[in-house]
């Protein structure tokens, strides 16, 4: 079922079915791109043997994303490219074609084939003249998907702005003063659907284009437009309650996923021939918390589920052996390669937002590929969640940041062990380059046998300066215990001050030979 249009009710598809079913069953066996106009823009319009070549088109053999009309002279050529269609040559005029949404269909063989909903025929030319608007109309067809866009779309009507003005009165007073409870999320549920059910039968009543389209479509339009208003708008509160009531759940996800990175999709199940990259799949669902409506969270999982099965069809046909059928991708096998793309998004709210998608989403839109969607994710989350993963180990282990202090001393034993053996070959060969961790393993043993003679050793406190030295044996100037020394503690039994290179260069230097202050 399409967003923008219902194709068991749409001319064209029907006569697909049933006056030209060999030229369909022929697109279906060879996997070409069919374009279905949308049943609003066909009224009048004949269908024929020209206008089924002209929709039915089979990929370029010379451009990517380019498609070929299946007339004998494949004379007119289209470029799909961001949601829009391009006509490009044979045409009777060039034009950008909105797409509506997108279906796809599997032939007797199980391979996948697309239909494009598109807004109008992609030729001028089949479109009767009384049937041109003459001037622009809005745009009731195609379900908007973004906040910002279902929101352009209600105030676009001046006939909506009290019933608006109302609805914002009622979203302020939800989110000033209604109060959120972790048990009671399904009174809320309700109370929303409610102010969505009671602005939708108001705007219907006063919508100038209800009574002209004729047909529930525009309905959906509006109740999904509303409800993704209502919850956009209120996002900030709910969305925070759902996620206190679904942490334990959203901490033991990601701490599994944690867990697991590295660890491969064979691990999981995945076959190998399916065990491949997927970075546009992991790109489209970073995008998921970014979101705000139920709407716009219910597509992210389905743009998912179609990046991640064009990104291994793709490669099962650049992997595929010259004579061997490629394999098709089964429901099993999503769920286990959509666990693989879970534990490499590492997202923390997993839970939440599908109890989020689940229960604040009302509108009666046709949408069972976002059921679908959601209901896939949710399969791939319990099983994630409750099955004991514990016998997998990661394919990159954990690297260590930092050593203990024994670690450190039984590396230096271990190194001078080395040594004592490898002497005797030392003597013939030439001298083995000293390593970065060797030097360091020696710095640090250094630091720690100072350390450790220094804080045993009660010696007199020595000025960097022989002056300073004379002036404290006279008595003058001594400090008193509370007193912070001046000066650096000197070992007797070291031989050494402990000092830094600058220090030491200092004591060593005769720039103090002189004397300072004021002269006369």
Partial sequence: MADGDDLDINPFYKSLQTKFS??????????FLLC???ASSLKGININQAFVDTHILRPSPYFQSHYVSTDKNGSKIIGVDNGSIHTKDGFSSLSKIR????????NKDYKPFKMLIIEKPLDPSFIPKQNVPSSPTLDLHGIKISYQENK?????FPEHKAILANLDENIKQFNSNYMLLQGYLDHAAQ???QMCFYALESMLKVNRHTKQAGDMRVVELLSTAVESYVMGSVHNKVFQAVCQ????????LYEKMKEFQGTGGKEFGVKPEFCCPLPASLVEL????????PLEKNHCLKSTLDCISEEVNAYLHDNVISGEEVPCLTSDDLISILITVLIQSKNCHLASNLYYMEFFNWASSSKDDLSFSLVTFKAAAEYFKNTDFSYLKPVMPKMKNEMTFEEIIAAKREQEDN???????????????????NRELDNITKMIEKTSTSSTTNGPIRSLFPEYDQVQASGFGRRTASSPPDVIPMSKTSGAAPLGDFLSSLQNDDVFDGTFGKQD
């Fill in 22 to 31: 060999s030229k369909f069953e022929n697109a279906q066996n060879k996997c």
């Fill in 36 to 38: 279905i106009p949308a």
């Fill in 99 to 106: 797409i509506l949404s997108e279906e796809l269909g599997y």
């Fill in 152 to 156: 352009r779309l209600l105030f676009q």
């Fill in 191 to 193: 109370k929303l659907k």
């Fill in 245 to 252: 009531k679904c942490s334990k759940d959203d901490t033991v």
């Fill in 286 to 293: 970073a995008c998921l918390d970014g979101l705000t409506t």
């Fill in 419 to 437: 040594n004592k053996d490898n002497k005797q070959l030392s003597e013939n060969k030439p001298r083995p380059r000293i390593t970065s961790l």
